[in-house]
Each structure stands twice: as C-alpha cells, then as structure tokens.
C-alpha cells in the first residue's frame, strides 16, 4: 500500500460514487439485523451464554440480562468490522486507494463495498441496541440516532455523486474507526464486571484501563478528524462546515459521558478496596485487644 501525504490525498480525493451497493444498503442492514436477532435468540440465549457464565447471566435482573447480551453482540460486530474494514480504510483513508479500488488484486470487489457493508454492520448494531435494550442513557441514545442517519445519508447522498459527499463518507469511516476501536474495550469491560463483580482489585484495575483509553481516543479522534475537516474547509458546501463541528461535539460529548462513567466506576472500586482495608484493620485491633 503505497503512502502519500494524508493532507494531499485528501484534498485531491474525488468526487465519486462509493460503492456499486450503495443503492442497496436497505437490504443490506436488513439482513444484518436478522442475522445479529438469529444470533442473539438461537446462539447467545437459548445456549452459549447459559453455558459460559451459568448463574451469573441466569440471576441477572432483565435489565442487565439485556445489556450483557448486547454487549457480546457489540464486541463480536466490532471484531467483525475491524477484520473486514482494517486495510479499506488505512488504505483509502492514508494510502493512495480510492472506493474503486479492487478489495484485492483481480476482485470484483472493491475498497467502497467492503466500507459500505463494514458501515451498515456498525450502523445494524447501534439499531439493535437501540431496539434491544430496555435502559440506555439520553446521551447514548442521541449519540447512536445520529450515527445511523449522518451513516446512512453519507453514503445516500453519494447515489448521486452530490458535492461532499465522497469526503463525507470518508470522515465518516475516521469517526467509525475510532468508536470501534477506543469502545471495544468497555464492552469487555461491562462484561467482565458482570463476571467477577465482587473483585474489586480487579475491577479497579479494568475500569481505569477503561476511563483512559476513552478519554484518550476521543481527543485522538477530534483531532484526527478535525484535521481532515480543516484540510477539506474549501470543498465542503455551507451546511457541511456548520452541520460537521457542531455533530462531532455530539458524539464527543457522548464519548466523555462514557469516560465520566468509567472514573466513577473505578472511584467507587477504590472505595470498596479501602473500606475493606478498614474493616480488616478493625478485626485485627479487636482481636488484638486485651
């Protein structure tokens, strides 16, 4: 993969259709949505899960019963996207590729159809979240709506090759890449809490992982992104340079809310671990006593 100065590539990136699918996303992200609920009913509850973790999935309450699954769901989807997606997207995005590109040497498939599919996987699962789950913040919730409309009208708007609309889905695939891969840990991380939920030393140690790599992959990618914006400013029309700021300080916002979420986990570990000590302290200096 041959290598050209990002800024360059970018600005001199075409005005194009991006894929030969793009018309066909409905049926796309249909089939996808099926194939995570055949998952979800056939593999994951009626036997896989029940089967790993027994009592600790079986006794949760509904609600967490709920979001345990769809975290699974979550990390598979994202596994699946960054082994499908990795080299389109380092390819496109830093290299000299374009959507037309051939996936492989000789293949009828191109970069654009695999980002296209990698983009209604990533879009199929904040859906199914949404539909799934039975309790998730009013910041996740803005944060996974958005997503699947700025997603889904990027690669729209390129049926007819409209103006920004290449560049669009392109900064789109930066913002996807980096929700993949800075929030795949906190999917294992809820899931390992619900595993081991009375190892706080553990859990402490985890959750601050956690907290860190959030709060450190949201401001890589507001700069990743906001550099290729400032590097497109002279081709994006009006509402594009007002619409794309104000959006990703939407999801940025969502992003830190998740870190917030983390701190005050891995704070209340803390607490647990010294209160513990305390405790322990206490016995000893009774038994000590005369």
């Not at 000789?106 to 980002?115: A, E, K």
């Not at 999917?187 to 859990?203: M, V």
Request: net charge positive; aromatic share 14%; glycine share 6%.
């Amino acid at each position: 993969m041959a290598i050209l100065p990002i800024d360059h590539h970018v600005r001199k990136f075409p005005l194009t259709a991006i894929s030969k699918l793009s018309p066909y996303t409905g049926l796309i992200i249909s089939v996808f949505l099926l194939v995570l609920f055949l998952i979800r009913f056939y593999i994951l509850e009626l036997f896989l899960l029940k089967k790993m973790y027994g009592s600790r999935y079986t006794d949760l309450a509904d609600a967490n019963r709920r979001s345990f699954v769809n975290h699974h769901i979550a990390g598979f989807t994202k596994i699946g996207i960054l082994i499908i997606a990795a080299y389109p997207f380092g390819s496109v995005t830093f290299g000299t590729a374009g959507f037309h590109t051939p996936y492989m040497s000789g293949s009828r498939i191109s970069m654009g159809d695999v980002l296209v599919i990698s983009a209604q996987m990533l879009i199929g699962m904040f859906i199914f979240e949404l539909i799934y789950r039975t309790k998730i913040s009013p910041i996740s919730m803005v944060h996974h709506m958005a997503s699947v409309l700025i997603g889904q009208a990027a690669i729209t708007i390129s049926i007819d090759m409209e103006k920004d609309s290449s560049t669009e889905f392109l900064l789109c695939t930066v913002w996807g890449a980096f929700d993949i891969i800075a929030e795949f840990l906190p999917h294992l991380t809820l899931i390992l809490y619900r595993i081991y939920p009375n190892s706080p030393g553990f859990l402490l140690a985890i959750f601050r992982v956690a907290c860190l790599t959030t709060f450190l992959g949201t401001i890589s990618e507001t700069m990743v992104a906001m550099y290729l914006f400032g590097q497109l400013w002279s081709r994006w029309t009006l509402s594009f340079k007002i619409a794309t700021p104000v959006l990703h300080v939407a999801f940025s916002a969502a992003q830190f809310h998740g870190t917030h979420i983390f701190y005050r986990m891995w704070q209340k570990q803390k607490r647990i671990i010294r209160d513990r000590r305390d405790e322990e302290r206490q016995v000893a200096k009774e038994q000590l006593a005369p």
